[in-house]
């Protein structure tokens, strides 16, 4: 029996499910949070053992004690900021909404944005961009990342490229998702 229902989300807040990692084919995949296998990649997790060994909780915005001591600081995850992973400074951001909304609601705007970038990846992958959508799809707002799609889409067809095309392909979306986060202040590289 799975020790949580949703291992796309982090019991820490981070997207499980938006991470490069959770997508890889291999022996280095990661299954998300207490999915199969976890224990074997991760054995101790002080988040998962208090929150939900202990309190049977899916994450940590679930908790009344939410923020307790483990979460230290804004600082500390403010210092996430700089690590591989860019979207894990949407640890906080996403435990407070969360804490505020419920986690159905979460999970649901978490499918949308899952389907986004499996359209990223299916469609404009080039062998080289799925880390790139990765961060697009956890930072950029649905709504952005649907423009930029659809406007691909209709540049592709306007301009002729050929389907086999993929670095073509992946360098008019890398652009448009590029433009469009810098309207959003966000920076995806």
Known sequence: MPLKRYPTIAVC???????????????SRCPGCCGPDFAQKRPTCSFI??????????VC?????????????????????????????KMLPNLHFIRKHGVARFVEQ???????????????????????YCRAAALLGPRGIEGALRKAKRE????????????????????LLNERADREGIELT
């Open 156 to 175: 592709i067809s306007a301009r002729g490229f050929p389907s086999q095309d993929a670095k073509a392909r992946a360098r008019l979306l890398r652009a």
């Open 13 to 27: 807040g981070l997207d499980c499910g938006l991470c490069p990692r959770y997508y890889t084919v291999g022996k």
């Open 49 to 58: 053992t208090c929150c939900v060994k202990r309190k049977g909780l899916e």
């Open 110 to 132: 978490q499918r949308r944005r899952i389907r986004l970038l499996e359209s990223l990846v299916c469609g404009f992958d080039d062998g080289r961009s799925r880390s790139f």
């Open 61 to 89: 915005g679930e908790c009344p004690e939410f923020p307790c001591s483990k979460f230290r600081s804004t600082e500390e995850y403010r210092a996430a900021e700089v690590s591989s992973y860019p979207p894990s400074r």
